[in-house]
Nanobody, 120 residues
Framework: QVQLVESGGGLVQPGGSLRLSCAAS????????MKWYRQAPGKERELVAD???????NYADSVKGRFAISRDYAKNTVYLQMNSLKPEDTAVYYCKARIAPYPYRYSDYWGQGTQVTVSS
């Protein structure tokens, strides 16, 4: 069974930084793309950033230049470094990963989410 567990959320002042982590565990043969989404109250879930197995990255326009996604292949972990945080970054952040527990049998898995609150 595959699990994704996020950590690193919390309360931070505007202009501050946070680093989110999402670790995959369980029966894992391979991990393809890993992504971070967020959902603010009353809004739809939106893609924040993603990183392919080859290391290519993609960002939402709203976070370009402020957020950086990276991954540790040995630890099956994806990170989201968030700098220059704004109140509008407040949301529950979720990671999603395309994982093959067995060869060539990929499925999408979600973490439980971690709250990020940007407020003075």
């Amino acid at each position: 069974q595959v699990q994704l567990v996020e950590s690193g959320g919390g309360l931070v002042q505007p202009g501050g930084s946070l680093r989110l982590s999402c670790a995959a565990s369980g029966s894992i043969f391979d991990i393809n793309t890993m992504k971070w989404y967020r959902q603010a109250p009353g809004k739809e879930r939106e893609l924040v950033a993603d990183i392919t197995s080859g290391g290519s990255t993609n960002y939402a326009d709203s976070v370009k230049g402020r957020f950086a996604i990276s991954r540790d292949y040995a630890k099956n972990t994806v990170y989201l470094q968030m700098n220059s945080l704004k109140p509008e970054d407040t949301a529950v952040y979720y990671c999603k990963a395309r994982i093959a527990p067995y060869p060539y049998r990929y499925s999408d898995y979600w973490g439980q989410g971690t709250q990020v609150t940007v407020s003075s």
